[in-house]
């Protein structure tokens, strides 16, 4: 059984989950309205990847007996001043996201729940690879976002990257 305090992070977790699925799905539309479908490709299967990371969570709690509420989701911003702001956005989130996941770590080494803390050292890791990817697609934006040749060479690229992951 999950004691109450896990549960209501998990909750919380969950929640977090899911609200930066539909902040990903903004940012792909954002780049869709742009014509940048590579980077919309990018985002949309970002998007995928933290519905599957909420999922993730959802089992974890119900395989272990405990009551999964899910909670409404605020509208994410949906436009931004230009494609820096936007991927400015998701690396902020996969930063915080790490912040939250290793905030539940330690709450779940400072409960014995061992079952939690094994769980999340697949988040762990996940969460090194989600925010070298934002830092590397922010990097490479801050250098070509004035320039639009160099934006669609970007799009481009990050279009194939979403097709072969």
Not at 13 to 29: D, F
Not at 106 to 116: C, F, H, S, V, W
Not at 150 to 156: A, E, I, N, P, V
Request: glycine share 6%; no cysteine.
């Amino acid at each position: 059984m999950i004691k109450k305090n896990i549960l209501e992070a998990l909750n919380k977790q969950i929640q977090h989950e899911q609200n930066n699925a539909h902040i990903y799905h903004a940012v792909a539309l954002y780049f869709e309205g742009l014509n940048l479908h590579g980077l919309a490709a990018w985002m949309t299967q970002q998007a995928a990847g933290e519905r599957d990371h909420a999922e993730r969570f959802i089992r974890h709690v119900v395989d272990r007996g405990g009551a999964v509420e899910l909670g409404t989701l605020p509208a994410p911003k949906s436009g931004f001043a230009d494609a820096l702001e936007a991927v400015k956005t998701v690396l902020a989130l996969e930063r915080t996201t790490t912040a939250l996941i290793h905030k539940l770590a330690d709450l779940a080494r400072k409960e014995g729940d061992y079952a939690l803390e094994v769980a999340l050292h697949w988040f762990i890791n996940e969460q090194i690879e989600e925010e070298q990817s934002a830092a590397e697609l922010v990097a490479l934006t801050e250098q070509f976002h004035k320039s639009p040749g160099q934006l669609f060479m970007l799009d481009h690229q990050w279009g194939k990257r979403a097709k072969a992951e």
